[in-house]
């Protein structure tokens, strides 16, 4: 329980008003050491589900499969049926454990956030200067956001008609 | 019973001539989507302009906007202001601890795979704007609409469909822009109270200051919820303005009126559906079997909306009067507007190419008006007293100003209301007529408009009227005037005329006679006089 507790930790960011930007990468090495740092060690409950019981559970069919990648707005067209029946289950096993993890009743489900809870609830004084901190940041975020895209158009992004095929 | 039921059929009106049959009751509710002008986006400080912007896609797109992973949101607490100030407008209660939810779905204008919304926990709820009859035009002395709830959440992307290239173009300047869902009650019973809702609702967006309020544009987005006769409800989408808006629901009563009467209502009417508008029909988007499950869900990285007891206070007495209250003092005493006159000061344009805004033409009005009346003071019956400032402001001024395209905010740097109030008095004290005061009045403009409105210029009426030779004469010999006007008869030459007038055939007519002087003499002898002289002349007898 405690150990859940500091990797949910871990993950809480702390909010303020002003947009935060980290500080850049230097290297490929230090994108993939930051990639691959566990934080939330969902592999780790991956694999204990692997481990544990739910082997046996039913697998979904065929049909259930294809129904979610249309819910999901994915195409079924060509995909890995199988594969995706495995991932499904270790979802689902990994599902079962959040379910079975004991919850501390002390707490308010209303805050569960991956931010700082409680927070205090804000005088007309603390809107209005938190209304003021936003609009004097400098930078407006904007930037050239098709640039990096693989595809574009006169400054549109694209989305090619088969991925829409099929959704709602 | 096939052949019964049509043999029993009502007649349907055509949609330009609708009425609701009182046999069908219709209801209907509002959901409106309004988006807030504040200057950032809602998540992110992306500029928040998706109309002028619109040329220049994705130009305003920050990390978060275009849903690039690892990024997260950011409240900007000048929307949940501007909730506020609505929620109060609006009469409803405001939750002091509301959320935001996550509702799923997948389209290309919506990159992070969901909007984030208010499901569980709105920001208020159990509003209501009261609609009247004198005000709103509504066939009820009066009608409470009841707002269920208003809701903050992000606006999506825009697609712009290319289908012989089969793709779709996305452009996210849109995306993250905040909105506010009000959903109304069922309250709404026939299309003027409707329109009136719209109108009155406009309006109110605006005198807040919270958003441009444009169905034009799609500040405001209107969907309709409609039913009769307490069957299935259906959703009415895709209603770009005004006229969608009350042609859809015209068309839509008529059709399922005529399934009612047809005896399909439980096949085609039982389950709820939504459909769209093409321009002149409904038609079918979405049923029961293809209700989009949206597996809503608290959105983890956004902080509660939690705000303290004295926020809605203390936001309420920041708000101007509501433009209800506005135009009940200006039709009151000392006042005395007539409605029509009074709506032209409160009620807002959508702002795009006016030459004022209610706000600074009410402002001036009042300034003249109080200094106008205070130089009067006795000399005029209080009923009066508007006469003057409302035709030469109203009427005239705003006349002026458009034909010169000309802001009233440059010319009050010079002419103030007090100098306004100056030339308003000239008139009263008839030392000009109203015909030479319009001439003035222009010239006056039109020189502002020349010398680019310099703030150091001043304005000598007096010089001018001197300038100009347009001042009244006010002792003239009753003689000389009948010369004047004996002349006048003659040089129209039109006897049949002349006799009906002084038969009292056509007494109107006089007017002409007297719009002759006027001419003739520049505006300078008071029509009065030469209304007087004419019929001393002719010998009237009516």
């Not at chain 1, 592999?43 to 692997?50: D, I, T």
């Not at chain 2, 004295?310 to 708000?319: H, I, L, Q, W």
Request: aromatic content about 8%.
């Amino acid at each position: 329980m405690y150990q859940n507790i500091l990797r949910v930790g871990r993950c809480v960011r702390p909010y303020s008003s002003r947009p935060l930007i980290g500080l850049k990468f230097q290297s490929f090495n230090e994108i993939k050491e930051y990639i691959f740092k566990d934080n939330c060690c969902t592999n780790e409950y991956l694999s204990q589900s692997e481990q544990a019981k739910d082997h046996c559970l039913p697998v979904a069919s065929r049909e259930t499969v294809l129904k979610l990648l249309k819910l999901s707005g994915l195409p079924s067209k060509g995909a890995d049926i199988e594969g995706i029946q495995e991932t499904l289950n270790k979802q689902i096993s990994f599902i079962n454990i959040l379910h079975d993890t004991d919850l501390d009743d002390s707490l308010d489900v209303k805050e569960t956030r991956l931010l700082r809870r409680k927070s205090p609830p804000l005088s007309y004084q603390d809107l209005i200067a938190k209304i003021n901190d936003g609009q004097n940041s400098d930078s407006n975020g904007s930037w050239d956001s098709t640039s990096r895209a693989t595809m574009s158009k006169n400054g549109y992004f694209i989305i090619r008609e088969e991925i829409l095929n099929g959704t709602d | 019973m096939w052949v019964f039921r049509r043999f029993n059929h009502t007649h349907f009106p055509q949609i330009s001539e609708f009425r609701l049959l009182p046999q069908y009751k219709l209801k209907c509710g509002l959901e409106i989507h309004t988006q807030l002008d504040t200057r950032n986006k809602l998540f992110s400080m992306s500029t928040n302009d998706p109309f002028h912007s619109a040329n220049n896609p994705n130009l305003h797109t920050s990390f978060f906007d275009i849903a690039l992973p690892g990024t997260q949101p950011l409240l900007n607490y000048e929307a949940v202001l501007f909730a506020t100030k609505l929620a109060i407008a609006l009469n409803c209660r405001v939750n002091l601890d509301s959320q935001f939810d996550r509702k799923h779905y997948f389209y290309g204008d919506q990159p992070l795979g969901y909007q984030i919304t208010q499901h569980f926990s709105p920001f208020a709820s159990q509003g209501h704007l009261p609609l009247y009859r004198d005000i709103d035009g509504i066939a009820e002395i009066n009608k409470n609409i009841h707002v269920a709830q208003l809701q903050i959440e992000q606006d999506t992307g825009k697609s712009l469909y290319k289908k012989s290239e089969q793709i779709t173009l996305i452009d996210l300047n849109r995306s993250g822009v905040p909105l506010i869902e009000m959903v109304t009650e069922p309250d709404f019973q026939d299309l003027g109270q409707i329109r009136a809702f719209i109108k009155k609702y406009q309006n109110l967006v605006r005198h807040l200051k919270i958003s441009t309020g444009d169905l034009e544009t799609g500040a405001i987005r209107v969907d309709v919820n409609l039913s009769i006769n307490d069957h299935a409800r259906v959703e009415l989408k895709n209603l770009p303005n005004t006229s969608s808006i009350l042609n859809a629901i015209k068309y839509e009563y008529l059709r399922q009126v005529r399934i009612i009467e047809d005896g399909m209502a439980n096949k085609l009417l039982s389950q709820p559906e939504t459909r769209g508008w093409t321009g002149s029909s409904t038609v079918k988007l979405r049923g029961k079997e293809t209700t989009i499950d949206y597996r809503y869900m608290p959105d983890m990285e956004l902080p509660r909306i939690k705000l303290a007891s004295d926020v809605v206070e203390t936001v309420r007495k920041t708000m101007p009067p509501s433009p209800d209250k506005v135009l009940n003092t200006l039709i009151s005493e000392p006042y005395r507007l007539s409605l029509k006159d009074a709506k032209i000061l409160c009620l807002n344009s959508n702002g795009q190419g006016e030459m004022y805004n209610h706000e600074e033409l009410q402002q001036f009005y009042l300034d003249t008006f109080h200094s106008y009346a205070y130089r009067v003071k006795e000399g005029i019956r209080a009923n009066n007293l508007s006469k003057l400032p409302t035709n030469w402001i109203i009427h005239e001024l705003l006349g002026d100003l458009n034909k010169l395209e000309l802001p009233l905010s440059k010319i009050t740097k010079v002419l103030k209301p007090k100098i306004f109030a100056d030339f308003l008095m000239l008139i009263h004290n008839n030392e000009i007529s109203g015909a030479s005061g319009k001439l003035l009045l222009f010239h006056v403009l039109k020189t502002l408009k020349e010398t680019n409105c310099d703030a150091c210029a001043s304005i000598d009426f007096d010089s001018l009227i001197d300038e100009f030779d347009i001042r009244t004469i006010n002792q003239i010999d009753d003689g000389e005037l009948e010369e004047i006007c004996q002349g006048i008869i003659e040089s129209i030459k039109n006897e049949k005329l002349i006799n009906d007038i002084a038969s009292g055939k056509k007494k109107n007519s006089i007017k002409f006679l007297v719009g002759q002087g006027m001419k003739l003499s520049q505006g300078r002898i008071k029509a009065q006089d030469f209304e007087k002289s004419f019929k001393k002349v002719l010998d009237v007898k009516w």
